[in-house]
């Protein structure tokens, strides 16, 4: 069975402050992709990672995929309370197939 | 150019029910995957249509099937409903060039 870890499950944090989402894995993923999900609605795509070592920045928030793509990681640099929601990875194993999915990050920022 | 839809927005049907939910791709996209969510927990796929053939499925029992048509839109259908059913069930389209899995609003399913 193809699990993805994420880790913390839950992070409440003020504004200003860095923090860093983990995403892991025994498996190799073709590519691995992070969706942000607000309450009631579906998950939106952040990135799409593909190569190892890969580091791809969105203003604020930074991705990395392993060397061995097996891991990722999700950095946001002074969060702010419009980055609250709920924070996943999820992992390919071919180019056509599922995704899988870790079982998310809470993120809460307070003002 | 609009993106994943989804109907109903929300649902509430009572134990051994049947239910079928609607799903309209993104325009360009000839993928349909659906996957369930629990509260708290991250999606889980339930099957993938291409080309109105499943192609992949997770770990869901029979009572789970779907359809595609034509114009790739698809159906999600759940017969005997069980209460353990409730969740937010999301559609994702995605085209066979550019595989990125683009996810529609979702849809609230209540088993009472």
């Known amino acids: 069975t193809q699990l993805l870890e994420q880790s913390p499950q839950f992070l409440s944090i003020q504004e200003g402050e860095n923090l860093t989402v983990y995403c892991n894995s025994s498996s190799v993923f073709s590519s691995l992709q992070w969706y942000r999900q607000e309450p009631g609605e579906g998950p939106v795509l952040l990135v799409t990672?593909?190569?190892?070592?890969e580091v791809k920045k969105l203003k604020r928030l930074t991705f990395q995929f392993g060397d061995a793509r097996k891991d990722s990681s999700l950095h946001i640099t002074a969060a702010q309370p419009g980055d609250t929601g709920l924070y996943l990875c999820a992992g390919r194993t071919s180019n056509t197939g599922k995704l899988i999915f870790g079982q998310g990050t809470t993120l809460q920022v307070k003002p | 150019d609009a993106g994943v839809t989804q109907s109903p927005t929300h649902l509430i049907k009572t134990r051994g029910q049947q239910v079928t939910l609607r799903c309209s791709p993104k325009s360009g996209h000839d993928t349909v995957s659906w996957y369930q969510q629990a509260l708290g927990q991250g999606p889980q796929f339930i099957f993938q249509y291409y080309e109105e053939e499943e192609r992949q499925r997770g770990n869901f029992p029979d009572r789970f099937s779907g359809h595609q048509y034509p114009n790739y839109s698809s159906e999600l259908n759940v017969n005997a409903l069980l209460l353990g059913d409730s969740a937010l069930y999301l559609c994702?389209?995605?085209?066979?060039?550019?595989?990125?899995?683009?996810f529609g609003p979702g849809t609230r399913l209540t088993v009472l």
């Open positions: 990672v593909v190569t190892g070592g």
């Open positions: 994702a389209s995605s085209s066979r060039v550019h595989n990125e899995q683009f």
